[in-house]
């Protein structure tokens, strides 16, 4: 009933910017809240950021003050600003809509894969 979009990823140097996209359509009254994920060859999927439907936000210690999570309600979207992007940014970038009703339930975009060259 939800489905998400990711866009924005690429190719960038050391120190670059990137701001990913993910939009949300279908049942999107149901969202409790959006975040992104990471998960890079080898390493488990972690969270990188979160934003609950009341505004709320959490990043991961890896991210606090390069990354920012945000939200465009109008647009049902949630976006990732990345500055100071380093090397072990690399990963594939997944977005996540949470849904709590009876039971959790989550749904993913497609990824879209950040590089971060040195």
């Known amino acids: 009933q939800v489905q998400l979009v990711e866009s924005g990823g690429g190719l960038v140097q050391t120190g670059g910017s990137l701001r990913l996209s993910c939009a949300a359509s279908g049942t999107i009254f149901s969202i409790n809240g959006m975040g992104w994920y990471r998960q890079a060859p080898g390493k488990q999927r972690e969270l990188v950021a979160r934003?609950?439907?009341?505004?709320?936000?959490n990043y991961a210690d890896s991210v606090k003050g390069r990354f920012t999570i945000s939200r465009d309600n109008a647009q049902n979207t949630v976006y990732l600003q990345m500055n100071g992007l380093k090397p072990e940014d690399t990963a594939v970038y997944y977005c996540n809509a949470w849904v709590v009703l009876l039971r959790r339930s989550d749904y993913w975009g497609q990824g879209t894969q950040v590089t971060v060259s040195s």
């Open positions: 934003i609950t439907r009341d505004g709320n936000t």
